[in-house]
């Protein structure tokens, strides 16, 4: 079982990445940190089941995009940008074109966190197991989400 010292330090070394994954499918800082809040209480609960060291960094965005997930659920109040209404589509800037942040927002939540994960360091078998898919599945998102934003940002 990973000392109380070792996760203690895993965790810390994993808040920024975690804040981004929860903050992608949460949408809101206090959402996050109530997901984080859960997802490093269950993960210090469940940490005699890890059974790879290695593992912990996958193993707890997994935990956490779980959590983030059950928040969702419980709160329903986020959206997901396929359903917003089309007064709340994104507009260019005054030269035509839509900014990095506003483009990201036009990827899946899936090829959002994928991209994130990979720009983190994350190998691909790493992201493929703390999301729960496949390696060729987090190859895809990617590759999407490189072109639609090249699309996007290019366009104008």
Do not use: H
Not at 29 to 44: F, G, K, N, V
Not at 49 to 72: C, G, H, P, T, V
Not at 80 to 90: I, K, W
Not at 95 to 106: C, E, I, K
């Amino acid at each position: 079982m990973i000392s109380d010292r070792a996760f203690s330090n895993e965790v810390r070394s994993l808040t920024d990445t975690a804040f981004a994954v929860a903050y992608l499918i949460l949408g809101n800082s206090a959402d996050c940190e109530d997901a984080m809040s859960e997802a490093i209480l269950r993960a210090y609960e469940n940490r005699g089941k890890l059974k790879k060291r290695d593992s912990f960094r996958a193993w707890f965005l997994q935990i956490l995009r779980n959590e983030a997930y059950n928040l969702m659920r419980k709160r329903k109040r986020v959206q997901p940008m396929e359903e917003l209404p089309e007064d709340q589509a994104p507009e260019p800037d005054s030269a035509g074109r839509l900014d990095l942040q506003v483009a990201l927002r036009q990827l899946t939540e899936e090829q959002r966190t994928s991209l994130l994960l990979q720009q983190e360091g994350y190998e691909l078998a790493e992201i493929g197991q703390a999301l729960g898919v496949p390696v060729g599945t987090v190859k895809s998102r990617i590759s999407r989400a490189k072109r639609t934003l090249r699309t996007l940002l290019e366009e104008a």
